[in-house]
């Protein structure tokens, strides 16, 4: 947390033009939400990509919140600050705004920042491999999302993209998800997450490790980690 506010990754699209430390979440702005990863490339290959929208019944409407990924038929992993009432996921495309199959989120459970949303039927797609353990210190891995492509004035990324980051911490108790979860400490190589990216994967040697949590928008980014969560994740999503 040395480096950024308590915000999420939601609320950072509403203070990214106040502040270069503060964290990124979801926002109640349906115009600004849906970034993209800064820097990166275009992703491909990854079926297991779920697009995260809901309706916080504040007057905004439903519209994209969050990237997450799928870990079973019917169930999302996903960050806790993502759920922000009536939940939908879309899955089975790589365009966040069309294709593929939308299903709506029948019950959402909570550890740390990390979420798990069960979808009303199962969606037929591949699923992640969850890791058991971290990555180590120094390694290289993949973050996933269709978060910002600048710090501010960006506009949606519609394409899910990618960006390779640098593994500079695991397990400090100082270095937390937004939820004071166990996080794992990153660095941007070829790019960094931001707002929209909240909730989605960070994946090291085939398996998702991470779940994206808090950011600085310019550099370091928390992903809240699979591995200390993993007893919780298999007692409530069976895998």
Request: aromatic share 8%; charged share 15%; net charge negative.
């Amino acid at each position: 947390m040395r480096i950024r506010t308590t915000a999420t990754l939601a609320t950072a699209l509403v203070l990214a033009a106040a502040s270069s430390t503060t964290a990124w979440a979801v926002t109640n702005d349906p115009d600004g939400a849906t970034p993209r990863i800064i820097g990166g490339d275009v992703a491909s290959g990854a079926p297991w990509a779920a697009a995260v929208g809901g309706d916080a019944h504040d007057g905004y409407g439903d519209f994209f919140r969050c990237t997450g990924t799928v870990i079973a038929p019917t169930w999302v992993l996903t960050a806790a600050h993502c759920d922000v009432g009536t939940m939908n996921v879309r899955t089975g495309s790589l365009d966040r705004t069309s294709g593929g199959t939308v299903t709506p989120v029948v019950e959402t459970v909570k550890q740390y920042d990390l979420a798990l949303m069960r979808l009303a039927i199962p969606v037929t797609v591949t699923p992640v491999r969850l890791a058991d353990a971290d990555p180590p210190v120094a390694a290289t891995s993949s973050l996933f999302g269709w978060g910002a492509t600048c710090f501010s004035g960006c506009g949606s990324s519609e394409v899910l993209k990618t960006a390779s980051v640098e593994i500079t911490d695991v397990g400090d108790p100082a270095k937390t998800d937004y939820l004071g979860g166990p996080a794992i400490e990153s660095e941007a190589i070829t790019g960094n997450a931001w707002s929209g990216d909240s909730g989605g994967p960070q994946f090291y040697a085939g398996t998702q490790v991470g779940v994206a949590s808090t950011a600085d928008g310019e550099s370091k980014q928390y992903y809240g980690s699979v591995a200390a969560n993993r007893a919780w994740i298999r007692s409530v999503a069976g895998v």
